[in-house]
């Protein structure tokens, strides 16, 4: 029975898959194997790719903080306007070369 379930595996590498993403053992699927045998009914559960990395994704979104992204992105937008103003103001200011003939007192406040 063993060298068969291990056959049925190797022909069925989702399962390879399914042990590792999914909490159940070996142990489960050959006492599965040993009741029901390859009936395909039984196995469509384990050998049916679902939308897992939709799934997935789904799982994520649902745990994302929006308020924390909101603080994020207004963060940001903070920033790249800083920058902006700061490249903005260095293309208005001219550069005036030092001129070692001009006094103080030639200045205005």
């Known amino acids: 029975m063993k060298e068969e379930f291990k056959a049925f595996v190797r022909n069925n590498p989702k399962l390879v898959e399914y042990v590792k993403k999914n909490d159940t053992s070996w142990q489960d699927l050959y006492e599965v194997y040993a009741l029901y045998g390859e009936e395909k009914s039984v196995w469509e559960k384990y050998l049916t790719t679902s939308n897992s990395g939709i799934d997935e994704l789904l799982k994520m979104i649902k745990n994302v903080n929006l308020d924390s992204v909101k ?31 001009i006094k103080y007192e030639d200045l205005d406040d």
């Open 71 to 101: 603080n994020m992105v207004d963060s940001l937008q903070k920033a790249i306007g800083i920058l902006q103003g700061l490249s903005k103001g260095n293309d208005n200011n001219s550069y005036e070369a030092y001129s070692p003939n």
